[in-house]
T-cell receptor, first 115, second 114 residues
Framework: AQSVTQLGSHVSVSEGALVLLRCNYS??????LFWYVQYPNQGLQLLLK??????LVKGINGFEAEFKKSETSFHLTKPSAHMSDAAEYFC?????????????FGTGTRLKVLA | NAGVTQTPKFQVLKTGQSMTLQCAQD?????MSWYRQDPGMGLRLIHY?????ITDQGEVPNGYNVSRSTTEDFPLRLLSAAPSQTSVYFC???WGAGGTYEQYFGPGTRLTVT
């Protein structure tokens, strides 16, 4: 089955430390890949996406992600965490199946930033 | 632009009651979706629409109906509410093509069914 796996439902980092949120997908063909962020009591908003071309993608708020086909991964990173980064992060894929594109979301990783 | 708006923000229903969650967008997007968000389960697609007059089922459609009479509006109807439908509901409209589309989410409706 085609799916998205986010390792770690909760991740804690200290302010100023590296943020690494993991996402792996399973698909027979490379999908389109996305990261979304959800702040408390809000809807999701797009952080970044990979479609084609350069495998290192830069997004908003200093986040970036690298598509690694050999590892079927699309991990999200930020060099230095800020308190305002505390939120829930969702990885998603867009896969072509049964004649249409379908979006599949991971189960989310809640990021806590410690002062 | 207001983007994607949803009403109400909060709702409490008794088992068996029906209601409609409203969703509107002013970005002229053809593709719209309804999701429910439950702890530890991410977002699950309920129904979606690729344009006015066209709707289709997602992953968890049972107990919900949708219609799309205009590009702007995509209401979600709960026919007979059950406690299992307690959740946060998000409407989204999509921009893009060929699978690369980006989703724009509304602020959500938090529904409790007692």
């Amino acid at each position: 089955a085609q799916s998205v796996t986010q390792l770690g439902s909760h991740v804690s980092v200290s302010e100023g430390a590296l943020v690494l949120l993991r996402c792996n997908y399973s698909s027979s063909v490379p999908p389109y890949l996305f990261w979304y962020v959800q702040y408390p009591n809000q809807g999701l908003q797009l952080l970044l996406k990979y479609t084609t071309g350069a495998t290192l993608v830069k997004g908003i708020n200093g986040f970036e992600a690298e598509f690694k086909k050999s590892e079927t991964s699309f991990h999200l990173t930020k060099p230095s965490a800020h308190m305002s980064d505390a939120a829930e992060y969702f990885c998603a894929v867009s896969l072509y199946t049964s004649g249409t594109y379908k979006y599949i979301f991971g189960t989310g990783t809640r990021l806590k930033v410690l002062a | 632009n207001a983007g994607v708006t949803q009403t109400p923000k909060f709702q409490v229903l008794k088992t068996g009651q029906s209601m409609t969650l409203q969703c509107a967008q002013d970005m002229n997007h053809e593709y719209m979706s309804w999701y429910r968000q439950d702890p530890g389960m991410g977002l699950r697609l309920i129904h979606y629409s690729v344009g006015a007059g066209i709707t289709d089922q997602g992953e968890v459609p049972n107990g919900y109906n949708v219609s799309r009479s205009t590009t702007e509006d995509f209401p979600l109807r709960l026919l007979s509410a059950a406690p299992s439908q307690t959740s946060v509901y998000f409407c989204a409209s999509c921009w893009g093509a060929g699978g690369t589309y980006e989703q724009y989410f509304g602020p959500g409706t938090r529904l409790t069914v007692t």
